[in-house]
């Protein structure tokens, strides 16, 4: 029975096309009945299927049903998961019979096996914290809801830091009465953090939508809209690893932005969300759901625009801009400047000038020019905007580019050419955008600074007018005389330029080409400091920031860092 201000959600979407029945391939023995059924959806993944399955075995709450759900593997994967099976009599193998491309199938055909009261979900390459069966399953014994949410932990896969997925979201623990109370946690739309009633998915016939991506977004949105209750929990409850730099044939679903055809399924997704908001009588979310459309889904392509070519800038804009005209007003007005801007040059089809602005997205980089317009308002880049909407959008009075304290100056500093001097050296001419004219007629006094393991490098320079707001230099950057600690450096820095004023100080980042070839050299330290492979190349993501990468070989590499990394402790 449906909550009775809810009305009955809208019917079922079609099945999909029939299919031979999966393959299964059951515990080998039967155990006691489940508490939680916890699916593991895995293809072609057989190295890392172990790990998310050990992270089950290792769960606190024994009795649970491990169901591997492989969608049609070609690699080893099938026989892997046999093996898991037959060492632990929790553990069933369903294999589809074809390839479904997705995440929904797999899910949702396990959901028709399994035969706990609660369900959970895990990606092969992620795995559960060892407490996280126990803790959900607490809160619902608590206090009766229809799901449990939890704190999600990334984790980087080439670093090993980790974070937390929308801190703010599970930062107190609360039983939340209807999304409508806090629907700013639809940005929390991962499926794979919750704990769902079965009963719950039953009663409304909530199944993953099939042969669509970011599935997820849609199965969380209605599972939030008919959510009588649920629980919010500030423990971690899943751990995702995240590889943010693979490459693109090898990258994620989530994470194929180069595919317009994922652009296409991401903006799809949103209108099936928008309809079942109005199907659902919650219409009233839609501005906080366009909110996270902005904000979350649109923001990961725009840090992407500075790396797409003109056709992939053009067809991006063909899919985006109609449905970013049916977005609410107030969504826009809640984003920072910066983003609003980007959004805006992709709507008036200013695609050039929309990959310039987004470089500077997060990191307090000016525009190359502005423009003033009627009453003196400055507007980003070279002309006045011709609607209504643009001159809103594009009105930088808020970022005070011609009037904030000089150390928060809004400068952009861009690296027009790097190219190997003698040595370990590279010699880099810097172009310096002040559209504000902050800084004093005439030649200016700069210093480009680096920082490998707490020493600093600063080498002046002198940049010069080339045209009012603009000033040009070159610097050498002498890689050798970086002050390396004895102990070595294994890291990345970006250096940044320091221009003074009145003595005060601006600090900005430097953006490098992003094609420039990627330099490498080893440098032969003095005082007898182990060698180091250093590495030039522009930032891979992001901005594009000039980037250093130090990794030290022989006897550093081997020896004497992870002595030094041993001693650490005991000298603080």
Not at 343 to 352: H, I, K, S
Not at 383 to 405: F, K
Not at 429 to 453: F, I, K
């Amino acid at each position: 029975m449906n909550p009775p201000d809810v009305p009955p959600p809208p019917p079922a979407a079609p099945p999909p096309p029939a299919v031979p029945s999966p393959h299964v391939v059951h515990a080998a023995t039967a155990p006691g009945e489940p508490d939680v059924t916890v699916t593991v959806i895995v293809h072609d993944d057989a190295d890392r299927l172990p790990r998310a399955v050990e992270s089950l075995r290792r769960q606190t709450h024994r009795a649970i049903e491990i169901v591997i759900s492989d969608d049609h593997s070609t690699d080893d994967t099938p026989k892997v998961a046999r093996r898991l099976a037959a060492t632990d009599d929790r553990i069933t193998v369903l294999r589809l019979p074809v390839n479904s491309g997705g995440c929904s199938a797999p899910r949702n055909r396990a959901l028709d096996i399994a035969r706990a009261p609660y369900l959970m979900f895990l990606d092969s390459d992620d795995e559960l914290p060892p407490r996280a069966v126990e803790l959900m399953l607490a809160a619902h014994r608590e206090r009766p809801v229809d799901f449990v949410l939890g704190a999600v932990e990334r984790v980087r896969t080439d670093t090993g830091r980790t974070s937390t997925w929308m801190p703010h979201l599970v930062a107190e623990r609360r039983t939340v009465t209807g999304i409508e109370s806090e629907p700013r946690l639809l940005f929390e739309h991962l499926a794979t953090s919750k704990m769902y009633r079965r009963d719950f998915l039953d009663r409304h016939r909530l199944r993953f939508p099939e042969g669509i991506h970011y599935e997820d977004q849609l199965f969380s949105a209605q599972a939030y809209c008919l959510a009588r209750e649920f629980t919010v929990l500030t423990d971690p409850v899943y751990r995702w690893y995240i590889a943010p730099y693979a490459a693109d044939a090898d990258a994620s679903i989530s994470n194929q932005r180069h595919l317009l055809a994922n652009v296409r399924d991401r903006v799809h997704v949103q209108r099936l969300i928008d309809a079942f908001l109005v199907e659902s009588g919650h219409a009233g979310l839609r501005p906080e759901k366009d909110h996270k459309f902005l904000k979350h889904d649109f923001r990961m392509y725009a840090g992407d625009l500075p790396y797409r070519d003109d056709a992939w800038l053009a067809a991006f804009a063909d899919l985006v801009n109609p449905y970013l005209a049916t977005l609410a007003r107030t969504a826009y007005a809640r984003l920072p400047r910066a983003e609003r801007v980007v959004l805006q040059l992709v709507r008036d089809g200013r695609l050039a000038d929309a990959r310039v602005a987004a470089r500077g997205l997060g990191q307090g980089v000016a525009p190359r020019t502005v423009t003033a317009g009627p009453g003196g308002r400055l507007y980003w880049g070279d002309r006045v905007p011709g609607s209504s909407a643009g001159r809103r959008e594009l009105d930088l009075a808020d970022q005070r580019v011609d009037t904030s304290p000089f150390p928060s100056a809004l400068l952009r500093h861009e690296i027009l050419s790097v190219t190997r001097a003698p040595g370990a050296a590279v010699d880099l001419v810097v172009r310096t955008y002040d559209p504000g004219l902050r800084l004093a007629v005439g030649p200016q006094a700069a210093v480009l600074a680096v920082a490998p393991g707490g020493g600093r490098l600063e080498v002046p320079f002198r940049i010069d007018p080339v045209r009012p707001g603009v000033f040009e230099g070159r610097v050498r950057l002498d890689l050798a005389a970086a002050p390396v600690p004895l102990h070595g450096f294994a890291g990345v820095r970006h250096p940044v330029l320091v221009l003074t004023q009145r003595g005060l100080r601006n600090t900005g980042l430097l953006l490098a080409p992003l094609g420039f070839p990627t330099l490498r050299a080893r440098v032969e330290y003095r005082h007898g400091l182990a060698p180091h492979l250093v590495t030039v190349e522009p930032e891979p993501r992001g901005a594009g920031r000039l980037q250093i990468r130090w990794a030290p070989t022989g006897v550093t590499a081997r020896i004497t860092r992870p002595v030094a990394g041993r001693l650490a402790p005991l000298l603080r």
